[in-house]
């Protein structure tokens, strides 16, 4: 055998996977999970309980799904993160009736989860869209 490197096998680095920040994205989360108006929003909404819930919304969306995501490095942005969770809320104020204990319960958790990722993550915009693939620092 030679000693020239040429002649060596060059393994790559394995590629980074998912969010860089995802146990501040958790810790977000939990607290949202836990707000005492939370509980409408934690499981995902079956449609043999709630018959015409998927004919008005297209895409479900609860925190027991952003969880699973977020264990399984399914987010790669925090933008992905926080999409998620506005459509939760989004979901909630087109379904529900303004002034309904859902709907405003729905307006209390967004704010919540608003301030807990001023918080965790004062840089990121939450109003709008951001393209940097590295928001998490």
């Known amino acids: 055998l030679s000693a020239n490197h040429t002649d060596l096998e060059v393994i790559p680095q394995p590629k ?4 860089t920040c995802v146990k501040e994205c958790f810790a ?3 607290k949202v999970y836990n707000h005492d108006k939370s509980e409408p929003f934690r499981q995902e909404i079956k ?19 952003i969880a699973h995501k977020l264990r399984n490095s399914i987010y ?16 909630c104020y087109q ?6 204990e859902t709907y405003q319960a729905g307006i209390e958790t967004e704010e919540f989860f608003k301030l807990k990722m001023r918080e965790m993550f004062p ?5 709008e869209k951001v393209n940097d693939p590295t928001s998490c620092q």
Not at 47 to 65: A, E, H, N, Q
């Open 16 to 19: 980074v996977r998912g969010l």
């Open 28 to 30: 977000v989360l939990d």
């Open 47 to 65: 449609s043999k309980d709630v018959p015409d819930y998927y004919k008005i919304i297209k895409r479900g969306m609860c925190f027991d799904v």
């Open 76 to 91: 790669h942005k925090l933008e992905e993160f926080t999409d998620d969770m506005k459509l939760v809320f989004t979901n």
């Open 95 to 100: 379904y529900h009736q303004k002034g309904t």
């Open 123 to 127: 840089e990121f915009p939450l109003e």
